[in-house]
């Protein structure tokens, strides 16, 4: 037997080998949550005990990956798990026209949906706690006329990471993100409104009940109410938007 031609020279393993395999494992378990912000590069390497240089490399291999982005400042996000080959395309879609975004807020109806009723079958009391103080926020934006955006879509995330299914926080942050131009708009218009920011309060209300009393027959017709709404809004902000 030839060992020249079987047997390959074991290669000991780069240090940014290792953090792009610690990484992309924290990504996968879901200890890392889509749209996360990672500690700054000085705190990581230290947490690490890694150089920058070769965390730099690493975080710049998980970018290539998809997993990350690297945005100005160095200020580092976790990405959705979907490929540009899928990502690129449909933002293009969606900026084709009005009714294009309103076909992927379609899919969000069933993400969403879906999402609130396995939250009602699985949310734990720390999340639930959770999703009390984003709708206590809400509350407090609404008595003080602020927008109010934020705590919305951080209540929809925060029902998804509710349903312990990696693959739907991920699906679901992809959708948000394609809409997410959308979603100021109709904020900064239609739902700027105070009689429509207190319908989506007490809608909101509703979907944490019916999560608390773990119900996923009342949940998914509070989700579907809330979203029938926000749709019938989301056109008229978009058509006003067109004109």
Same mark, same amino acid.
Request: charged share 30%.
């Given at each position: 037997?030839?060992?020249?031609?079987?047997?390959?020279?074991?290669?000991?393993?780069?240090?940014?080998?290792?953090?792009?395999?610690?990484?992309?494992?924290?990504?996968?378990?879901?200890?890392?949550?889509?749209?996360?912000?990672?500690?700054?590069?000085?705190?990581?390497?230290?947490?690490?005990?890694?150089?920058?240089?070769?965390?730099?490399? !690493?975080?710049? !291999?998980?970018?290539?990956?998809?997993?990350?982005?690297?945005?100005?400042?160095?200020?580092?996000?976790?990405?959705?798990? #979907?490929?540009?080959?899928?990502?690129?395309?449909?933002?293009?879609?969606?900026?084709?026209?009005?009714?294009?975004?309103?076909?992927?807020?379609?899919?969000?109806?069933?993400?969403?949906?879906?999402?609130?009723?396995?939250? !009602?079958?699985?949310?734990?009391?720390?999340?639930? #706690?959770?999703?009390?103080?984003?709708?206590?926020?809400?509350?407090?934006?609404?008595?003080?006329?602020?927008?109010?955006?934020?705590?919305?879509?951080?209540?929809?995330?925060?029902?998804?990471? +509710?349903?312990?299914?990696?693959?739907?926080?991920?699906? !679901?942050? #992809?959708?948000?993100?394609?809409?997410?131009?959308?979603?100021?708009? +109709?904020?900064?218009?239609?739902?700027?409104?105070?009689?429509?920011?207190?319908?989506?309060?007490?809608?909101?209300?509703?979907?944490?009940?019916?999560?608390?009393?773990?119900?996923?027959?009342? +949940?998914?017709?509070?989700?579907?109410?809330?979203?029938?709404? +926000?749709?019938?809004?989301?056109?008229?902000?978009?058509?006003?938007? #067109?004109?």
């Amino acid at each position: 037997m030839n060992d020249d031609f079987i047997f390959i020279p074991v290669k000991p393993k780069r240090i940014s080998e290792e953090i792009v395999k610690q990484l992309r494992s924290l990504i996968f378990s879901g200890k890392l949550q889509p749209g996360e912000k990672l500690p700054p590069e000085r705190e990581l390497a230290k947490s690490l005990n890694v150089s920058r240089v070769s965390l730099r490399e !690493a975080l710049n !291999a998980l970018q290539g990956m998809g997993l990350i982005e690297i945005q100005q400042g160095n200020r580092t996000f976790v990405r959705p798990i #979907t490929t540009r080959s899928i990502y690129d395309p449909l933002v293009s879609f969606c900026k084709q026209s009005p009714q294009n975004f309103l076909q992927v807020f379609e899919i969000r109806k069933i993400l969403d949906i879906g999402s609130v009723s396995l939250a !009602a079958e699985r949310a734990k009391p720390k999340q639930i #706690t959770k999703l009390e103080m984003i709708v206590s926020q809400m509350a407090d934006d609404l008595r003080n006329n602020r927008l109010g955006a934020k705590p919305d879509l951080d209540f929809h995330l925060e029902i998804v990471k +509710a349903t312990e299914n990696q693959v739907y926080n991920h699906l !679901a942050t #992809t959708v948000y993100d394609l809409l997410q131009e959308e979603m100021r708009i +109709a904020w900064g218009g239609i739902f700027n409104n105070s009689d429509s920011k207190k319908a989506l309060l007490k809608q909101h209300i509703r979907i944490i009940e019916s999560i608390k009393s773990h119900d996923p027959k009342k +949940a998914r017709q509070a989700a579907r109410e809330h979203l029938e709404f +926000a749709e019938k809004k989301w056109k008229e902000a978009l058509l006003q938007n #067109t004109n």
